[in-house]
């Protein structure tokens, strides 16, 4: 009897090891699988980077520049950001106090802004244009290109949005974001261009 009773104390006290690492021998619940790290569960993400500014007339370290008062008023604003995840690059411009009901073509260039509209350079290009100016249509579109126009309200503010696989963290050629006086053209011959430059702001993507 005695050595029955052994046995089965023994039994009971192998099943309440081995129920150990799963529950625990007083039957509390297991504890719950910790939550991936946001990095695995949402992938890649960086924090936006932002750009605010007013527009002036050009002088040493001015931020936004405009060239064209008339069109891009001396007090209107401009903002920017710009932000990767999981490989694409979002870039939102919001621009107030421009003229009102009016389009406007937008572009990042290659340069910072200087005293001319030309100082910005040509628009970035993920995969360049061997051939310049570049208005092929193969180069010069919204996905090899940054294109951002905007049709601006009764208030004069606008916004655009653009997304696309450009790596800036990777390139210098990304310094500037330029307001033009058209929409963007997408035929040959004339691809990307959008006439005149009416403003720049000095920009990080």
């Not at 007339?57 to 060239?67: H, R, V």
Request: proline share 7%; charged share 20%; aromatic share 6%.
């Amino acid at each position: 009897m005695l050595h029955q009773s052994s046995r089965l104390t023994g039994s009971v006290l192998g099943l309440c090891t081995a129920a150990v690492l799963i529950a625990g021998c007083g039957g509390g619940q297991a504890p719950a699988p910790s939550e991936q790290p946001a990095t695995q569960e949402h992938g890649e993400h960086q924090a936006a980077k932002q750009t605010s500014a007013t527009f002036e007339p050009y002088k040493e370290g001015a931020t936004a520049i405009t060239y064209n008062p008339e069109q891009v008023p001396a007090g209107s604003r401009v903002d920017l950001s710009s932000e990767r995840t999981n490989g694409q690059t979002k870039i939102t411009v919001n621009v107030e106090g421009l003229q009102p009901n009016r389009d406007y073509g937008a572009h990042v260039h290659t340069k910072p802004c200087g005293p001319t509209g030309e100082d910005a350079g040509p628009h970035f290009q993920e995969k360049a244009d061997p051939v310049k100016p570049s208005v092929d249509p193969a180069y010069a579109n919204p996905q090899n290109e940054v294109w951002l126009d905007f049709h601006t309200d009764a208030q004069g503010n606008g916004t655009a949005t653009a997304e696309g696989n450009w790596s800036f963290d990777n390139r210098q050629d990304a310094k500037s974001f330029v307001i033009h006086e058209m929409h963007t053209h997408t035929e040959p011959g004339k691809a990307g261009t959008a006439g005149g430059r009416l403003a720049c702001t000095n920009a990080t993507f």
